[in-house]
């Protein structure tokens, strides 16, 4: 009986250890590391900096999404990439200012600076591109913002799900930039489309304190677990 036990626990430390898809529950851990650009960062003077991404922030998101990899973890990113006539930025509605709100068909829209634009330099995703099984593309459609890895304002979904669902994935753990925008909507997407969803919050910086602290109340409520800090045991019982 004794032997059972600790062959057991051997068995459930050596999967454990060995990374994904654990014996009876069917199914992969992939990571979605969200929209960690020069653009929004303090690190590369970015033009919508959120505070708190310095060049530190950054090397710790690598260093965690490398160890994740390393785990046998799936590590996928989200890369906010607009084409320059895009709706979400202000300068192309004239006579607004940053951040205004405005309607845009119905849709409340904040005004950003431009930022992401594709091909510039500030557009690039600062973690080790070579870490990502995809990085997915979104807010390409002038037309529509997307906070969202998974889906566009307008409903048009990226290759996000398909290509979790290609992998064997059901379980996501998202971090990135920014908390209370893209990161909020790419886990309150993930939660609704099936999968289960962890948070990292010190990996994590918003726009605003306040926007920040209620979607991580929001997130909570879909039933997303949050932690502070990344801790393997935690990854393992996830
Ligand atoms: C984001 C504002 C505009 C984000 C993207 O990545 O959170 N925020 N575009
Ligand atoms: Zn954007």
Redesign the pocket.
């Known amino acids: 009986m004794k032997g059972f036990v600790i062959v057991g626990l051997m068995l459930a430390l050596l999967l454990c250890v060995n990374g994904n898809q654990a014996m009876a529950q069917a199914g992969k851990t992939a990571v979605i590391v969200?929209?960690v650009q020069g653009d929004?960062t303090t690190w590369k003077h970015g033009s919508?900096a959120v505070p708190g991404t310095d060049e530190k922030f950054v090397k710790q998101v690598e260093t965690t999404t490398r160890e994740l990899a390393n785990k046998g973890l799936l590590i996928f990113g989200t890369q906010?990439w607009h084409p320059a006539n895009h709706v979400?930025f202000y300068t192309n509605h004239p006579g607004k200012k940053p951040f205004d709100v405005i309607k845009v068909n119905g849709k409340t829209q904040?005004l950003?600076p431009p930022?992401?634009v594709q091909g510039t330099e500030n557009a690039r995703v600062l973690v080790d591109n070579n870490l990502f099984l995809a990085i997915v593309k979104k807010?390409t459609d002038p037309r529509y913002?997307s906070?969202s890895g998974f889906q566009d304002d307008g409903g048009h979904k990226t290759e996000m799900d398909e290509i979790l669902k290609r992998n064997g994935v059901t379980k996501v753990i998202v971090y990135g930039?920014?908390t209370d925008?893209?990161?909020k909507a790419t886990a309150i997407d993930a939660a609704n489309a099936g999968y289960k969803v962890m948070v990292i919050e010190s990996l994590c910086r918003g726009?605003a304190p306040n926007t920040s602290k209620a979607a991580i109340e929001e997130m909570k409520k879909k039933g997303i677990t949050i932690v502070k800090d990344y801790d393997p045991k935690l990854v393992c019982s996830f």
Do not use: P, Q, R, T
């Open positions: 969200v929209d929004f919508l906010d979400s904040v950003w930022h992401c807010g913002d906070y930039i920014a925008y893209c990161v726009v």
